[in-house]
């Protein structure tokens, strides 16, 4: 098996990128207050020699490292925001916050944006090395996990000149990912009713609770009539205070609402502002909403697929040994036999019996669940052809947002497949580079499938990142 030529660039990158994900595994921060995660960033671009804009979108947390000149611009992708309340100690197989109610990254965005950046470098040194005209970018995206920065990127064109955008994220098995992505919105809803003595005066009042809690009852009967595949979620933001003598004047609850595609979503969401509004009524109180976030669904690149697919069937799996096995069997144990299946139901694929990691590439024929989550790559995907893989970065069966992902982000398998994953996303970005037609007729397919009228943002009009509430987002 001939290598491919990005293969040898990436390896002599890595050590600082494994060091770089490990840094960020340390300090672990959320939506939009990624300050010490983006400034490691920043530090290593600076290193590596890119022209480096900060603040990108104006987001304090947002960032961009070019290199090359001329060409064909190659964009990776790649993250590095935790998730609140997921604090673990490293390589422990037991339960144990480092900090109680510490964040941590259960997603492994700590080794999703060092792979991207490694993937960037070592297309950079092959541009270098090869006097191929060029240009390769890193973009540190915060707050993947309930911001949706990358839609708020999107809108203020920070894509527009990109050819391609290339990225990953970590998983159990290795996987080109096919299909698309829910799209959501992230609305609060904030009823204001009339504060009184809920003895002396219970007539006086109008409780903002109360509407809180009939919208749920109407949202749950509202579950009968909408779409199989659509999603609604909701968190008490503020249930009106803590004294049960005191009829509630304000109470805020948060909906995520998702479906197949941003149109579907934002009709959904009109029925859920219409329960709302009864809910209101029903209780004479006023009700407001705002929308904190909003994202679209993923539009699949079958060319990039394909060119990725080859990368990863001719790369195969990580060179996981004896003592990896060991490693990630002592995590596999935690886990029942539901989280193991669902792991494999994933990527469409039978579950194998005895595999602890990844032995083998999950293939082109196969037909995965799609992605019951959301994206804010999503957006990225209408205005660039985009194209991203799963890892093989954890033992099989881990659980996303679950701190058995935490403890296992500093593993040695958790690193051998960043280092795998930035290995096919470079090799992708270098055969885009080479290879106009395949420019062309992702182009052609992105065109396909969005149709005449392209990318409209599920953001209203207004709606600015919410950076001064990022205390209180909430995972994707």
């Known amino acids: 098996m001939n290598e491919h030529v990005a293969w040898s660039f990436v390896e002599a990158a890595q050590d600082r990128f494994r060091a770089l994900s490990d840094r960020i595994w340390a300090t672990p921060e959320t939506c939009y207050a990624e300050t010490q995660s983006a400034a490691a960033h920043l530090e290593e671009l600076t290193h590596q020699g890119f022209r480096v804009q900060d603040g990108v979108a104006d987001i304090p947390t947002a960032m961009m490292g070019e290199a090359g000149e ?84 999107v809108r203020e064109g920070a894509f ?62 509202l579950r009968e009539h ?72 993923v539009i699949e690149n079958t060319p990039l697929v394909d060119a990725m697919q080859r990368n990863l069937e001719q790369l195969g799996t990580p060179a996981f040994g004896d003592t990896d096995r060991a490693y990630a069997a002592r995590f596999q144990s935690t886990f029942d036999d539901d989280d193991i299946t669902d792991a494999y139901r994933s990527v469409g694929i039978a579950p194998r019996a005895g595999e602890v990691l990844a032995d083998t590439v999950v293939p082109a024929d196969a037909f995965p669940a799609g992605l019951s989550g959301s994206t804010d790559v999503a957006d990225v995907s209408w205005v660039v052809p985009t194209v ?59 065109r396909t499938r969005t149709g005449p009228n392209g990318y409209v943002s599920p953001l209203p009009a207004g709606t600015e990142p919410p950076i001064g509430a990022m205390g209180n987002l909430l995972p994707r």
């Open 160 to 221: 527009e000149d990109v050819d391609i955008a290339v990225t990953w994220h970590p998983h159990a098995l290795p996987a080109v990912i096919r299909g698309s992505s829910l799209a959501n919105a992230r609305v609060d809803f904030t009823f204001t009713g009339r504060a009184a003595h809920a003895a002396g005066a219970p007539h006086l009042g109008r409780s903002a609770l109360d509407a809180v809690e009939l919208m749920n009852v109407g949202v749950n009967y």
């Open 388 to 446: 991203q893989m799963w890892g093989a970065n954890y033992a099989i069966g881990t659980p996303f947002h679950s701190w058995q992902m935490v403890a296992q982000g500093k593993g040695a398998p958790a690193l051998k497949g960043m280092v795998h994953a930035a290995k096919i996303m470079a090799a992708t970005g270098i055969d885009v580079m080479l290879d106009a037609d395949l420019r062309d007729r992702a182009w052609q397919d992105l």
């Open 226 to 297: 909408m779409p199989d595949s659509a999603r609604i979620h909701y968190a008490y933001i503020d249930a009106g205070g803590i004294s049960p003598n005191v009829v509630q004047g304000q109470a805020k609850i948060r909906y995520v609402v998702r479906a197949e595609t941003a149109p579907e979503m934002l009709r959904l969401l009109e029925r859920v502002r219409k329960v709302a509004q009864g809910a209101a009524m029903m209780t004479e109180t006023k009700v407001q909403d705002e929308v904190l976030a909003a994202v679209s669904n």
């Open 70 to 153: 001329g060409g064909p611009v190659i964009a990776f992708l790649g993250e590095f925001d935790a998730l609140a309340g997921l604090s673990q100690e490293a390589d422990v197989a037991v339960q144990t916050p480092m900090e109680q109610g510490g964040n941590g990254h259960g997603c492994g965005h700590n080794l999703l944006g060092s792979a991207a950046m490694l993937a960037a470098v070592a297309v950079r040194d092959w541009l270098a090395a090869t006097g191929t005209p060029g240009r390769v970018r890193y973009y540190g995206c915060p707050a993947e996990e309930g911001g949706a920065a990358k839609a708020f990127m």
